[in-house]
C-alpha cells in the first residue's frame, strides 16, 4: 500500500458524514478559546508596547513570556483533545463532544515545550550555518581572493538550504507526537517523540504536502475570520488520523521487529507501533491453528472409516 492523500480525505468525509453537529461543537470550543487568547494577547500587547512611557526590554519580556506560555499551553491541550475525540471517533465510531473534554490533559504541556525545545536546537544550528554566509561574504572585498571566497558563499548558502529542508522535515515528524499521544494515553512524552519520528520516517514529505493541501482552507479561514475553523479543524484531525494510523500500521511490521531484537533490555518505544498488527497477526495464527486442527480431525475420521470394515 502506499500513502494516498486524497483516499484519507475522502475517508475523512465518511467518517464525519452525520457528525458535523458533533465536529463543529468541537471546532467551536477550539475557536472560542483561541479567540479569548487572542484577545488577552492583543491587550498585553497593546499596553506593552504602544502605551506612553513603555518600560525597558526586560520588563517587557517579563509581561510577555509568562502569556506567551499560557497561549502555547492552552493551545497544545485543546488539540490534543481534539486529535483524541478524532482518534475515539475513527476506532469506535464514537462522536459524543464528552470524548473531546476527557481528552484535555496536562500532559500536552510538556509535550509541547519538550517539542518546541528541539525545533529551537534545530534553529540554533541553522544560525551557526548561516554565520559563514556573512562573515565570509564581508571579506569580498578583497579582491585577490574574491572568486575563492564566492565559492565558499555559494557552498554555505546550499548548505544552508539543506539544514533548512532538513528542519521542515524534523518539524514534520515532530508534530506528529500529538497524535502519538492520542493514540496512546500512557505514552510518555519523550517516548511519543521517538515513536513519531520511527513511524513518519519515509512519509515526510507526503506529510508535508498533505499540511499544504490545506493552505486553501487556511486562507478561508482568514477571510471568514475563523469561522471556518470551526469546521476546518475536525476535518484537518480527520484527515492527519487517517495519515496516523496507516503510517502506524506500515511500520508495525519494522518496528515489531526491532521490539523483539531489543528484548530484554531495552524500553518500549516500538510498542505503538506493533499494536495494529498484532492483532491480526494473532487472528491469524488462531485461524491456522483452528484449520490444522480441522484437518487432524478429517484425518483421524478417515483411518476411522477405513479400519471399520476389517474389524468386521
Not at 498585553?44 to 502605551?51: H, L, P
Not at 495464527?285 to 468386521?312: F, L, Q
Amino acid at each position: 500500500m502506499f500513502y494516498n492523500r486524497a483516499k484519507f480525505k475522502k475517508e475523512a468525509l465518511a467518517d464525519l458524514k452525520g457528525n458535523w453537529k458533533n465536529a463543529g461543537l468541537v471546532g467551536l470550543c477550539v475557536f472560542l478559546s483561541c479567540l479569548v487568547l487572542a484577545l488577552l494577547y492583543f491587550m498585553v500587547f497593546w499596553k506593552t508596547f504602544f502605551v506612553p512611557g513603555a518600560s525597558g526590554a526586560f520588563v517587557v519580556f517579563c509581561r510577555v513570556l509568562p502569556f506567551v506560555v499560557l497561549i502555547y499551553s492552552v493551545f497544545s491541550m485543546l488539540f490534543l483533545a481534539m486529535f483524541r475525540w478524532s482518534n475515539i471517533l475513527l476506532k469506535e465510531g464514537n462522536y459524543d463532544v464528552k470524548n473531546f473534554f476527557h481528552g484535555i490533559t496536562l500532559k500536552a504541556i510538556p509535550a509541547i515545550f519538550w517539542l518546541l525545545l528541539r525545533v529551537f536546537l534545530w534553529f540554533l544550528l541553522l544560525s551557526v550555518a548561516f554565520l559563514p554566509i556573512g562573515i565570509v561574504a564581508s571579506l569580498a572585498k578583497v579582491s585577490s581572493v574574491r572568486v575563492v571566497i564566492a565559492v565558499i558563499v555559494y557552498c554555505c548558502f546550499f548548505f544552508f538550504i539543506f539544514l533548512y529542508l532538513v528542519l521542515i522535515a524534523k518539524i514534520t515528524s515532530y508534530s506528529m507526537m500529538f497524535f502519538a499521544l492520542a493514540d496512546k494515553t500512557d505514552l510518555d512524552v519523550r517516548e511519543s517523540l521517538d515513536v513519531a519520528v520511527k513511524v513518519t520516517e519515509g512519509f515526510r514529505t507526503n506529510l508535508f504536502v498533505t499540511n499544504l493541501s490545506f493552505f486553501g482552507w487556511s486562507i478561508l479561514c482568514v477571510v471568514t475570520l475563523g469561522i471556518a475553523s470551526i469546521w476546518v479543524l475536525p476535518y484537518y484531525s480527520q484527515v492527519m488520523t487517517r495519515a496516523w494510523q496507516f503510517m502506524l500500521s506500515e511500520k508495525a511490521a519494522a518496528l515489531g521487529a526491532e521490539n523483539k531484537g531489543g528484548e530484554g533490555g531495552t524500553g518500549g518505544n516500538a510498542t505503538v507501533g506493533v499494536e495494529p498488527n498484532a492483532g491480526v497477526e494473532s487472528a491469524g495464527a488462531s485461524a491456522s491453528d483452528s484449520s490444522a486442527v480441522d484437518e487432524t480431525a478429517d484425518d483421524a475420521s478417515a483411518v476411522d472409516g477405513e479400519s471399520r470394515p476389517d474389524s468386521c
